[in-house]
């Protein structure tokens, strides 16, 4: 069994940053590929990006590409997720996930564990 936990959600300005951590349970960290996710009120859960288990190779969506950047500490059993240039759009709640399987796929699938989510408005 995997427990995620968010941290580090809030309110921000637009153009603000923030950045996320999502803090893992268990000795095999290093070997989840990665996940972040998000849901803004009355939308369905968006892909935002994911992190291979080493952390040398990342993947992100087109609305966030070149704004969030994210990276781990396996040492930590902690997932980042950097957010600069934000905007109201991007407000949602956040969640991070875990895919145990052996093989890294850069896309939104194959994700078997989730945090609770965390909350990040950002106001115009």
């Known amino acids: 069994q995997v427990q995620l936990v968010e941290s580090g959600g809030g309110l921000v300005q637009a153009g603000g940053s923030l950045r996320l951590s999502c803090a893992a349970s268990g000795r095999t960290f290093r070997t989840y590929h990665m996940g972040w996710f998000r849901q803004a009120p009355g939308k369905e859960r968006e892909f935002v990006g994911t992190?291979?288990?080493?952390?040398?190779?990342?993947y992100y969506a087109d609305s966030v590409k070149g704004r969030f950047t994210i990276s781990r500490d396996n040492a930590k059993n902690t997932v980042y997720l950097q957010m600069n240039s934000l905007t109201p759009d991007d407000t949602a709640v956040y969640y991070c996930?875990?895919?145990?399987?052996?093989?890294?796929?850069?896309?939104?699938?194959?994700?078997?564990?989730w945090g609770q989510g965390t909350q990040v408005t950002v106001s115009s």
């Open positions: 992190i291979s288990s080493s952390g040398g190779s990342t």
């Open positions: 996930a875990a895919n145990t399987g052996i093989w890294y796929s850069p896309g939104p699938r194959g994700f078997d564990y």
